[in-house]
């Protein structure tokens, strides 16, 4: 009983680096969602996905990328990684839209010096 | 400009007591609010929600107050547990527009003291 899985868990870039936070869920959930939370603040939207083939951008996109092939799989590209993008990434799947229940993946801590 | 505040970064309250958490909102389209609790190293797991169309929904030890003429909600525990201490987020939606976006406040860390 999986949910939603991201990897890796912890990851420390320097800047000028680019990587990808990987998410996958096995719930057949059409709506994906990255989000960033920075301490102290709330959970940011970064992009969002309603279907395969379909993304679009949330508050705080700036600085990433985002793909959905499959719909299991919803990786976040970080391109030139900069020290303003050091947060937590949590990646969520719903069956409805918004006003559903999101399911949370752990969490993907970055670092960037 | 924050449209869903927690103005209290932080309450604690004794096992047995009751926890109120606030949330307010300055959206009016706003229509559909939930609550969402955190462990530390952990995603956020959905807690409770309530449509504007109700002043009030009820889980267990868990309600949900909302007050539309206010913009505001609060989630009430009774009886709290030392399990509850946790960071609550509120969170809002709007239907209309064909938003698919969450958003939400800073958080309210509460410890419920043995």
């Known amino acids: 009983n999986a949910g939603v899985t991201q990897t890796p868990k912890f990851r420390i870039l320097k800047i000028g680096q680019s990587m990808t936070l990987q998410c996958t869920q096995d719930m057949n959930h059409n709506y994906m969602y990255w989000y960033r939370q920075d301490p102290g603040m709330g959970l940011k939207l970064i992009y969002y996905?309603?279907?395969?083939?379909?993304?679009d951008k949330g508050e705080v996109p700036n600085g990433y990328n985002v793909s959905r092939s499959t719909t299991e799989d919803f990786p976040l590209r970080l391109e030139l990684a900069a020290p303003s993008q050091t947060s937590v990434y949590f990646c969520?799947?719903?069956?409805?839209?918004?006003?559903?229940?999101?399911?949370f993946g752990e969490g993907s801590r970055l670092t960037v010096l | 400009d924050q449209q869903v505040k927690q103005n209290s970064p932080s309450l604690s309250v004794q096992e047995g007591r009751i926890s109120i958490l606030n949330c307010d909102y300055t959206n009016s389209m706003f229509d559909y609010f939930l609550w969402y609790k955190k462990y530390p190293a952990e995603g956020p797991t959905f807690l409770i929600s309530i449509s504007s169309i109700k002043d009030k929904n009820e889980d267990g030890r868990f309600t949900v107050f909302l007050n539309k003429s206010a913009k505001h909600l609060s989630l009430h525990i009774v009886p709290s547990q030392p399990g509850d201490s946790a960071v609550y987020f509120c969170a809002a939606s709007a239907s209309e527009g064909g938003s698919e976006k969450l958003v939400f406040g800073k958080g309210t860390k509460l410890t419920v003291n043995p």
């Open positions: 996905s309603v279907g395969a083939g379909i993304t």
């Open positions: 969520a799947s719903s069956y409805l839209r918004a006003t559903g229940e999101l399911f």
